[in-house]
């Protein structure tokens, strides 16, 4: 045997020797071990007649703790491969179920928040979720931004079909932070949004933070069960939100048959909203048939050029809380309300560019605003009227039309420091109303044509009425009952029945260089008490001025009324440096009416009528002679047409020759 068999030898025997040892040593150790395992050690048992066999030593092996696995055969510890490998795919599945239930809770809250649709579409910025009421049954991975395209390969076929340029949406969307989708531009020309009896019906667009841009498309609705449009009264009629973050931008396209009605506490919602914290732009672009067509709730810096409100069920535009906004040929027409309402919090946004027609309200109706500025508006055939201030302050209107409106302009409850700059009115009822609430108002360098009624009529307090022209109106300015601190200065009358009329109960008026020419009945006719008359040139008419209350008149011209002044006051009514040049009467004081002439002119056939007191240097005579000359002419002509008809007749009868002489009787002479 050689040396290397016996080293072999020696080694197996060494081997089998601590084995056997091994053995032993692991039987005579477990007579010490508890009964069970884990149990807390025992007190030394006293020596058995005979130690236990290796069967009864097997149940004690059987419950010791297990040990641990063989190493790998290239002599690694830990767990293999496989189990490795299992335990990395158990993570990657639990990581995909944990980020489901994610999605299917965010999903979910999505779902709660735009009101619990049937069908809703949520486009992320890197997949698009289907969720079929609150549970999301479909997710597909995308990139870039989604087009109508894009969702139509994403969604079931029965809420999304595509069928010359008509897509029909079954389904609401929703966009969140990140997203963006393209609605139009392509073959796509008309987006048809369904809707039905419910709320949970309608198809409606949420931008959320995302950015939705329309191009050259035409979005409206449709009863998804009879295929027939949707009245403004069905509860589940879809529409448009641009929420906070979010943003829409227009271009060329039309938005009709859109928003619900209101109902109780709920308000109902707009065709189109921008809310809080929401942006974009509309060009070119038209609202038709929608509850309220369109409505800037404090949005930010939205653009509107050329956009058309017509035919709403309430009112065509608002502008609530709104910053930044800027716009510019602005059209409202035939809405069922106002054309333009604006409202909520005051915003230094400028007012500009409207056109109104048409409406059922008023064109334009500002309410609660301070510091409000609008220029360059024109208003024709409202139901209502052209403008209504409301609860305002500061409000500056500027390059304002009005034509055949009822009430043209109209400030009431309470308004205060209203500037009313530059405005034409053509027509209608009423020019400018400021009513009794009113105070501090000021309307100056405009002009009033027309007014079957009045031209202004006043009943607030502290009212400044300067440079206006008012043409035939029915009277062109009435300072009505209660109305007091009424000042009007270089107002021009032309035409119309009666110029200025202040009724009994109002206080503090003061007309000044009033400019009258040929008012049919009166240029001046006050029941003010206190009324001062001031400078002023009157022409024509029936009566210059007709005083029914103490007033005081100085340094006014009149000239070619029939009667110059008329009192019939209880109080005494004070002429000073007055120039009367009537046709028939200069000045008559009825019984009871005290009046005191002083430092005057009056020519007329008849200057003075009553108990006229005087004072300081009067003139009085018959009217100058172009006054005679215009009385005597007209009755000059008259007798020369009369001879004319005597000598027609003369020849119809048969009367010819020379007239004789009557005979002289006998004996005469």
């Known amino acids: 045997m050689t040396g290397r068999h016996r080293r072999r030898r020696d080694a197996g025997r060494l081997l089998a020797g601590c084995a056997v040892v091994g053995l032993a040593g692991l039987l005579l150790g477990t007579q010490a071990l508890p009964g069970t395992a884990g149990a807390a050690p025992e007190p030394v048992a006293a020596p058995q007649a005979a130690a236990p066999t290796a069967a009864q030593q097997l149940p004690l092996l059987a419950a010791r703790p297990a040990q641990p696995p063989e190493p790998d055969p290239d002599g690694s510890s830990g767990p293999s491969a496989a189990q490795r490998a299992r335990a990395e795919a158990a993570e990657r599945a639990a990581e995909r179920a944990r980020k489901r239930a994610e999605a299917a809770a965010k999903a979910r809250r999505t779902w709660d928040s735009r009101g619990r649709p049937h069908r809703l579409v949520i486009v992320r910025d890197n997949r698009i979720e289907a969720v079929t009421d609150g549970e999301l049954t479909r997710q597909v991975h995308r990139q870039g931004t989604a087009t109508l395209a894009t969702l139509d390969r994403a969604l079931p076929s029965s809420w999304l079909t595509v069928t010359d340029g008509t897509a029909v949406l079954g389904a609401a969307v929703v966009l969140t932070r990140g997203a963006s989708l393209e609605i139009g531009g392509g073959d796509i020309r008309t987006l048809v949004l369904q809707g039905g009896p419910t709320p949970q019906d309608a198809a409606s667009l949420y931008t959320g933070g995302g950015e939705v841009a329309l191009n050259a498309v035409t979005i409206t609705s449709v009863d998804a069960a009879s295929g027939q449009p949707l009245p403004p009264t069905v509860p589940g009629r879809p529409f448009l939100v641009v929420s906070e973050g979010g943003r829409l931008d227009a271009v060329d396209s039309t938005i009709s048959?859109?928003?619900?009605?209101?109902?109780?506490?709920?308000?109902?919602?707009?065709?189109?909203?921008?809310?809080?914290?929401?942006?974009?732009?509309?060009?070119?672009?038209?609202?038709?048939?929608?509850?309220?067509?369109?409505?800037?709730?404090?949005?930010?810096?939205?653009?509107?050029?050329?956009?058309?409100?017509?035919?709403?069920?309430?009112?065509?535009?608002?502008?609530?809380?709104?910053?930044?906004?800027?716009?510019?040929?602005?059209?409202?027409?035939?809405?069922?309300?106002?054309?333009?309402?604006?409202?909520?919090?005051?915003?230094?946004?400028?007012?500009?560019?409207?056109?109104?027609?048409?409406?059922?309200?008023?064109?334009?109706?500002?309410?609660?605003?301070?510091?409000?500025?609008?220029?360059?508006?024109?208003?024709?055939?409202?139901?209502?009227?052209?403008?209504?201030?409301?609860?305002?302050?500061?409000?500056?209107v500027t390059d304002f039309t009005a034509t055949d409106q009822p009430t043209a302009v109209f400030t009431h409850v309470g308004s205060t420091g209203v500037v009313l700059d530059h405005l034409r009115v053509v027509g209608g009822r009423r020019g400018v109303v400021a009513e009794k609430s009113t105070h501090d108002l000021e309307l100056r360098t405009s002009s009033i044509e027309g007014s079957r009624v009045a031209g202004v009529s006043i009943g607030g307090s502290e009212i400044l009425v300067s440079d206006v022209e008012i043409a035939d109106t029915r009277a062109g300015v009435r300072v009505e009952r209660g109305a007091s601190g009424v000042r009007l200065a270089g107002l021009t009358l032309t035409g119309g029945r009666d110029g200025i009329v202040a009724t009994p109960g109002t206080h503090g008026v003061v007309i000044a260089d009033l400019v009258a020419n040929h008012v049919e009945a009166d240029a001046i006719r006050s029941g003010s008490v206190?009324?001062?008359?001031?400078?002023?040139?009157?022409?024509?008419?029936?009566?210059?001025?007709?005083?029914?209350?103490?007033?005081?008149?100085?340094?006014?011209?009149?000239?070619?009324?029939?009667?110059?002044?008329?009192?019939?006051?209880?109080?005494?009514?004070?002429?000073?440096?007055?120039?009367?040049?009537?046709?028939?009467?200069g000045i008559e004081s009825a019984p009871g009416s005290p009046f005191l002439l002083t430092d005057s002119s009056v020519h007329a056939l008849e200057a003075l009528r009553g108990q006229i007191a005087q004072q300081g240097d009067n003139n009085l005579s018959l009217p100058p002679l172009n006054l005679l000359g215009a009385i005597g002419v007209p009755l000059i002509l008259l007798a020369v047409v009369l001879e004319q008809v005597h000598s027609t007749r003369q020849r119809r009868v048969g009367v010819h020759g020379r007239r004789l002489p009557p005979a002289v009787p006998v004996g005469a002479g």
């Open 257 to 396: 048959d859109l928003g619900t009605p209101s109902g109780g506490l709920d308000g109902g919602d707009p065709g189109v909203v921008f809310n809080r914290g929401s942006s974009g732009s509309l060009v070119r672009t038209t609202f038709q048939r929608n509850t309220t067509g369109l409505e800037l709730s404090r949005s930010e810096g939205v653009n509107l050029e050329q956009v058309t409100v017509s035919d709403s069920a309430a009112d065509g535009l608002v502008l609530s809380g709104d910053r930044g906004t800027t716009m510019s040929g602005i059209r409202a027409i035939g809405n069922g309300e106002n054309g333009v309402m604006v409202t909520g919090e005051s915003s230094d946004r400028p007012v500009s560019g409207i056109v109104t027609t048409g409406n059922g309200g008023y064109g334009v109706v500002v309410i609660g605003q301070t510091g409000m500025r609008l220029s360059g508006i024109a208003t024709a055939s409202d139901e209502a009227g052209g403008l209504r201030v409301n609860r305002s302050t500061d409000v500056h």
């Open 530 to 585: 206190g009324a001062e008359i001031i400078g002023g040139r009157i022409t024509g008419g029936a009566t210059g001025i007709d005083v029914a209350g103490g007033a005081t008149i100085a340094g006014t011209s009149i000239s070619g009324a029939r009667e110059g002044i008329h009192s019939r006051a209880p109080e005494l009514v004070r002429a000073d440096g007055v120039t009367i040049d009537a046709l028939e009467l």
